[in-house]
C-alpha cells in the first residue's frame, strides 16, 4: 500500500493512531519500514548478528569495540553508520557497559541528529506522558538522562549542542511510552 492510502489521526485518550483511507483484504500488507532504532538485549548480544537481526553461531565481532557481532562483513559495512559513534561511546565507558535502555535512547540522539527527516511520523509525534508518571519514575528517568549523558560525552560533549528537539530525559519518556 502506499504511503498516501494511510493517513493519520489524533484518538482522544490513546494517541496518534494510523489507518487505511481505503478498504483492506483480510492479510494485506498496509506498510513496511526498516526501524528508527533498535537495540539487542544484554542477553541477546552473540547470538544474534546486529545488523540482520539472524541467529548465528560463527558472529564476527566489532574489532573496535569488541561489542558488536555480525554474520559477516555485508552486515558489518551496511551497520557501519549506525554502530561508528555507537562504538566509539561503548569504548570509551569500558569496562563499564549502559543498560539496554541507554544503548537505545543514544542510537536515537545519533538518528536525530544524522538524518532528522522521518516518514510517516516524526520522532517528536511520539507522546511522552511525562504526567502520567510518578515521581519516582520521574526520577529513575532523570538518573538514565544522566547515563545517557556519560555515555555519549564522547560524541556530543554537551547536551546544549544538540537541536532544541533533543532532550534526553524526554528521549526516555517516549522510550517507555513504547514499551
Request: hydrophobic content about 30%; some cysteine.
Amino acid at each position: 500500500m502506499e504511503r498516501e492510502a494511510l493517513e493519520r489521526f489524533h484518538s482522544p485518550g490513546k494517541g496518534s493512531g494510523l489507518r487505511s483511507r481505503r478498504t483492506v483484504q483480510p492479510g494485506e500488507l498496509l506498510y513496511r519500514d526498516v526501524p528508527f532504532a533498535y537495540v539487542l538485549t544484554k542477553e541477546q548480544l552473540g547470538n544474534v548478528c546486529e545488523h540482520c537481526l539472524r541467529r548465528n553461531e560463527h558472529l564476527h565481532r566489532c574489532s573496535q569495540c569488541k561489542v558488536a557481532k555480525y554474520c559477516g562483513r555485508s552486515c558489518q559495512k551496511e551497520a557501519w553508520l549506525d554502530h561508528k559513534q555507537e562504538c566509539r561511546c561503548l569504548k570509551s565507558i569500558e569496562p563499564n557497559f549502559p543498560p539496554d535502555s541507554v544503548r537505545l535512547a543514544g542510537r536515537i540522539v545519533f538518528k536525530l541528529v544524522i538524518c532528522p527527516s522521518e516518514r510517516l511520523y516524526s520522532y517528536s509525534d511520539l507522546q511522552s506522558n511525562t504526567e502520567r508518571l510518578s515521581e519516582e519514575m520521574r526520577d529513575g528517568l532523570r538518573q538514565l538522562a544522566r547515563t545517557l549523558q556519560l555515555y555519549l560525552k564522547t560524541e556530543i560533549q554537551d547536551e546544549p549542542q544538540l537541536p532544541p528537539a533533543i532532550d534526553f530525559f524526554q528521549i526516555f519518556t517516549k522510550v517507555i511510552g513504547m514499551i
